[in-house]
């Protein structure tokens, strides 16, 4: 008889619930499970881990068997599918759905205040110049938010340009301390560009370009895109940026959680 017969509780009610909401067990950890069982009972099971492990991957292995692959989300305009959130597994590499519905949740959660640029943005920018872009905004008046977020993918690696609208300022983040100086300029005259289109004299000089320095940087090659989404959240939601690499596994467990869930946890 195992330890979970023992205190007639099992995780397998809750994993199965799991399984169905998330479509998967990449989000899944051991504190989700012991937590799940402490408000069940009103007990602490800290010192059964070992037990339930056992029994979790006995149970994770029985429902794995049977993966589900037509599991999907929806919001808005944004579709993810198993095949996008398995970008959050391990050291994956995020793919473009994942950041741009993730910055629709930003959006939501600051109630428009801050506004997210789709991360095909700064390519179209590149291609085509002002006028590949204009109609990007032709519903959304920048002038009127706080905060740009602007990702910015270069081959293989991720960064953030923000834009900071009350005090003319763009903000360059790279969890590597690269600099690419030119997609900061890039955007220096999008911005100066659009503020003439929309008539804005006020935003038509006095910019400055800044380097942050002695931000959180990741100490591998593929957590760049966690990197900028997580720099994202806290700057949104005026966050210190305090976390490091070691954090990444736990970030790319919530992520995956907040964009099932269609929202940003607390």
């Not at 149970?59 to 993966?67: N, R, W």
């Not at 938010?145 to 993918?153: E, G, M, N, T």
């Not at 900061?184 to 320095?213: D, F, P, V």
């Amino acid at each position: 008889m195992t330890f979970l017969v023992k205190v007639s509780v099992s995780p397998s009610e809750f994993l199965e619930l799991f399984y169905v909401t998330y479509g998967s067990f990449i989000p899944l950890s051991e504190t989700d499970v012991l937590e799940h069982l402490k408000n069940k009972c009103n007990t602490d099971f800290i010192d059964k881990k070992l037990n339930i492990h056992l029994e979790v991957l006995k149970y994770k292995a029985g429902l794995a068997s049977i993966p589900m692959n037509c599991f999907k989300v929806d919001y808005n305009k944004h579709t993810l599918t198993l095949e996008d959130l398995s970008t959050l597994d391990d050291q994956n590499w995020v793919n473009d759905q994942v950041i741009n519905m993730y910055g629709e949740l930003i959006m939501e959660a600051t109630e428009h205040k801050v506004h997210f640029f789709n991360s095909f943005f700064h390519r179209q920018l590149v291609a085509k110049g002002y006028e590949g872009v204009k109609r990007w905004t032709k519903k959304v008046d920048l002038f009127s938010k706080s905060l740009l977020l602007i990702p910015i993918h270069l081959e293989i690696h991720w960064s953030l340009i923000t834009v900071d609208m009350a005090n003319h300022h763009i903000h360059y983040y790279d969890s590597q301390g690269i600099v690419f100086k030119y997609t900061i300029e890039n955007i220096m005259r999008y911005i100066l560009a659009e503020a003439k289109e929309k008539k804005q004299a006020t935003y038509q000089n006095g910019w400055k370009m800044i380097i942050n320095k002695g931000i959180p940087q990741q100490k591998n090659d593929s957590d760049c895109g966690v990197f900028v989404l997580e720099y994202c959240k806290c700057l949104a939601l005026k966050e210190p940026l305090q976390f490091t690499q070691d954090d990444m596994p736990k970030v790319r467990k919530r992520i995956y959680k907040e964009l099932c869930d269609c929202k940003l946890s607390d």
